[in-house]
């Protein structure tokens, strides 16, 4: 495609974005395709003569939006807020005109140093610790894999140097909580420590927080069992119920043990940047390493998370590599991201992070994160209030999770029978929201029972999405059976 | 920002793109910014107040173009290719605009759905084993490590959901050449091998392929010496030389131990669309696993990887993870492509597959990757025929290694202060190459002095920029102490 036949076609596809996005609220929030459905309408085979845009645009238009789940909309309150801002969008389609590659600073110093400046300016936002460095990473996934990595190769005094794991006696075990995201397990697997060794510390019934007495018992148990506790992930804003685990209460521990302390706060990050909320990581200039994300609900569209760490020298250990082909005359003085990472190319991510601070603004960016909490309170004084209706975790940040408990059904007695008539009750209700296509939330399992959580937080979420929210899941629950 | 601001600010910015793509031919191609130079431009903190675009623009245009060396340049023969097409980039756009979320098939079907076809597509395209399935990774190093950690799952019968690595006895051992890109040895590292566990077997002198015989020595002498080989990582077109090690010898061997087949052709695949060149991967059937990188000289805008892999059901099982608020009702129906690599989140990266493909057309791409060979033997055929300059390496692909021997320097006699004074000579003229900001070329080490890679293959380099290319380095080596 020649610059000409872009400037055509671009023109097209950012009005189609731009109508798009107006006509949103008059989607149904949940795709309503089933399994082989969008396939089905596509070739077998690629292309071999180029086709005209007008026909790629038409199918993004009818068989694209139709198969995705309305992440964008006013009334997704589904998973997790993932905003994906216009502002981020151009700074990510600006990435892709340059066309720069990032495997050195050399092959692209703007590209390392904007993403130096952008992680301290978001360091800065979020009152994080002066020396701490930070690095843009996929997703919270990948920097906890790359946390527990650094953590391990800390325990084992760099053992990936030597013989790797395989060489190390005593297991060495990780710390965090059932409530903790899937990541944290799949990233203890992969990074070789084995499943048994991940350790789950007890939580407080109410809060769902880390209880750091059930972490200190485990620890000197796990220690006379000939166990090396190796690090903890503490939880900041829990997946399931945005649970705080105690950071300042737990960091004592881990240093006595000298354990990596790695923050996973995906979701809760973003409201970092509210002074107001920073209680979340009171403590953590004791940690290691903290990741959040971005392309959640501060909105710099997927995918963009931010690591930050302590010791960004054995991180570098860890991960460098040093290959003739990248070597440069100014290595030592500059940053080189490769060795902060598993990939080598990197994208230069920090242009969206760049447009979407400096076209939106952080006032605005706060004022809408204080909308969502404000909206989030609301929600749960209209539930607590409501007969029949539960709040089931505190409200923390933007979530609520709620369940509606009719007479008859269990109600906390944890009776089996009536447990699974509410689980029925409960999903029964919720699929009819979501088939409705008004709005979108997600059931949960929280304590082995069916729960809801409503995530608040899209872009264009206003107080009338909530109301609204509000009055569909009354009908909803009150007429199911 | 509003639909509207974006639908102004993006035309401005696809002007932009479509002005910046013209005009790279008269930019340098290296970047000539020193260490500090693009972040002392830019403020310390994140602006509070929204800032106009054309502000952004104006920076982009003034700080990140010259702080950036010029991958889409037509004169680029760095590193390797990665081209970012035009055609692909408005796929990115797209997603973008969309803003969809993939955590699990619901939350996007058309996201997994649309990439289930694309990495079909270019299976198809490939001549890969019909019966593998693929999947989009960031990178070939990511998906090196996914290769790797599946491989030590298979090895371990799945260690991972017991105690890790650390229940292992005897030393499992990875084998590959010296030859293999760095991302091999940071993977055997970061999967808790050990360094020392990684095995190069020895390489032809002429070809730098693996010799069958000397990785069969090897694994006879490790195993009598009580290793446990786990796996080969087969070099399908080295980043130093494009070295293509022999697939089908090396199989057999794989198979009499037991051991994963990983196949890194990262540059290399894009060739395979061309059918006189799949003699690269003679007896891929054998292979468990293969990634390449479209987003290498095939030119779909980073990031975006493609990992195929021979039984998808042992990957799911070493990745897997299943907590409740992301299951559905169609989960044994679906691809849950969350269980295929390390992140959770992932982005709708087949848009711009799709969007590549069908804009430019397989011919169109096919004819350019041919045009890119013709290049490249044009070039040897020129080198070897002029006197004092050598054509190192075989000419596999598009990559042609070279030296300039003036009178007086190594001719391959190995002398010491010989090799200081050609290293010094070769350095020289490259440094003055690519300072000329007229072309760039990439300075490595093979057999230990340094030579000059001349990577042909960005989307705009025609015969004619080869041509200039090679005035350039008669010049430039001719001229130099």
Redesign the interface.
Known sequence: ???????A???E??????????QIPRLPVQ?R???????GK?P????????P?R??LAD?ED???P???Q??HPRYF??FP?????????G???T??????G?T???????T??E??MV???R??TALPESWKGVIQ?????AC?VAL?AA?EHATDY??????????SA??TVYTTEHA???I??AV?????????LRFAGVDPVTYAMRPEALAAMLEADVAAGRRPAAVVVNVGT??TTAVDPLAEIVPLARRYGMWVHVDAAMAGSALLLPEMRWLVDGVEGADSLSW?P?KWLGT???CSLLYVADPGHLIR??S??????RSA?DG??TQYKDWG???????RA?KL??H????????IRARLRRDLDNARWLAAQVSSAPGWRVLAPVNLQTVVLRHEPPGAASGTGAVLDADALNAHTLSWVDSVNASGAALV????LDGIWSV?VSIGAEPTGREDVEALWSLLREAAERAP
């Open positions: 495609m020649t610059p000409e036949e872009f400037r076609a671009g023109h596809l950012v009005d189609w974005i731009a109508d798009y996005r107006t795709a395709v089933g399994p082989g459905e969008v396939a596509l077998g085979r690629a292309p071999e003569e180029a086709e845009f026909r790629v993004l068989i694209v939006v198969g995705v789940t992440i964008q589904g998973w993932s905003n994906a801002t216009l502002s981020s969008a151009l990510d389609l600006a892709s005109g340059l066309g720069a590659l495997i600073w050399q092959s692209a110093p703007a590209l140093e904007v130096e400046v301290e300016w978001l800065e936002l996929d997703t919270a996934s990948s894999l990595l391990r053992s990936e140097a030597r013989g790797g794991l395989q060489g190390e297991p060495l995201h899937s990541s397990a799949k697997a992969l990074a070789g420590y084995g499943r048994d060794n997946t399931g994300n392309h569209v997927l995918d860890v991960m590599t040093n290959p003739s082909y990248l100014v003085e500059v598993i990939p080598l190319g990197r994208r230069f242009l760049w447009f601070l400096r076209l939106d603004g952080v006032e605005a997600t059931p949960s399992v959580r």
